[in-house]
């Protein structure tokens, strides 16, 4: 269980991350309150990618892979994390949406690829 912790931390620092990144490029305030605001629709989506990578991949769940976990992860996050600023009257410009899958892939999808670079290294 604590190899599932260590990489699911690094998932939600990265999200928030992201998000402290994002509210701090438009100087905006009330920091903590704007940041948790603009933060928990992308960790629901983070939180449902993790349950669904490891509900399809039960047996094989590996919370360390690109794919599948990394990728499903990503998307979900992405996908999910859209529709609730949808629902939450946030904003959803496009290139929001195309800012934050792309940021959101280099962190979700690079610490993987790093992960498995050093693991292949070591080996």
């Known amino acids: 269980m604590k190899k ?21 490029t438009h100087d905006e305030s009330n920091a903590l309150v704007g940041l948790l605001t603009t933060a928990w629709p992308f960790l629901s989506g983070l939180a449902l990618g993790w349950i669904a990578t490891f509900a399809l991949y039960r047996d094989k769940f590996n919370p360390y892979l690109m794919l599948p ?3 499903i992860v990503w998307v979900t996050t992405v996908a999910v994390g859209m529709l609730l600023r949808v629902v939450s009257g946030q904003g959803t410009a496009f290139s929001f949406i195309i800012v934050a899958s792309t940021v959101l892939a280099v962190f979700l999808l690079g610490w993987r690829g790093i992960s498995a670079a050093i693991r292949k290294r070591q080996a």
């Open 69 to 71: 976990t990394g990728v």
């Open 4 to 24: 599932y912790s260590i990489a699911l931390l690094v998932d939600i620092v990265l999200v928030i991350i992201f998000c402290a990144i994002g509210r701090s």
